[in-house]
């Protein structure tokens, strides 16, 4: 009997544990700050190819729509078919020819992009101004995350 009582306290507080700790928004929390490094990494990589290239952003940064919205402002994976199916998607090859500035295109932790599999789940739109947004629109537990630079 009192090993049944010392087995039922200790499920109750493990179980009160397990709440306090939420997992399911400490997960969300470690994905979103991945997405905060992704899209700056997105966005230095971009203004570094500008630097080398004498203030020439990389071909292909789509003008129009909001940075997270439009189907069409979303990077391609690299190696990935970046024309066709859905939309066409952002290829940002420059900035990972010879590893020059990122390795690879960053992707999305959660591993849902779009309905197109090259798709990276990073958007990228630039304004009137010449200004670079780089977003995840996947973001989790209302966060935003867009850079602007």
């Known amino acids: 009997m009192e090993i049944l009582l010392v087995v039922a306290a200790i499920a ?36 570094q190819y500008a630097l080398d290239n004498n203030g020439a952003l990389p071909p292909g940064i789509p003008n129009t729509g909001t940075c997270g919205v439009e189907a069409t402002n979303q990077i391609c994976i690299t190696g990935g078919t970046c024309t066709g199916g859905a939309a066409d998607l952002v290829a940002l090859a420059e900035l990972t020819t010879n590893e020059t500035y990122i390795v690879s295109v960053p992707t999305d932790p959660s591993g849902s992009t779009s309905a197109d599999a090259n798709g990276a789940g990073y958007h990228v739109v630039q304004s009137a101004n010449g200004r670079v947004t780089v977003c995840a629109p996947n973001a989790e537990q209302g966060a935003t995350i867009s850079v602007t630079r």
């Open 12 to 47: 109750i507080l493990a179980g009160i544990v397990i709440i306090a700790i939420n997992p399911g928004k400490q997960l969300g929390d470690t994905r979103n700050a991945q997405r905060y490094v992704d899209v700056n990494t997105i966005l230095n990589a971009t203004y």
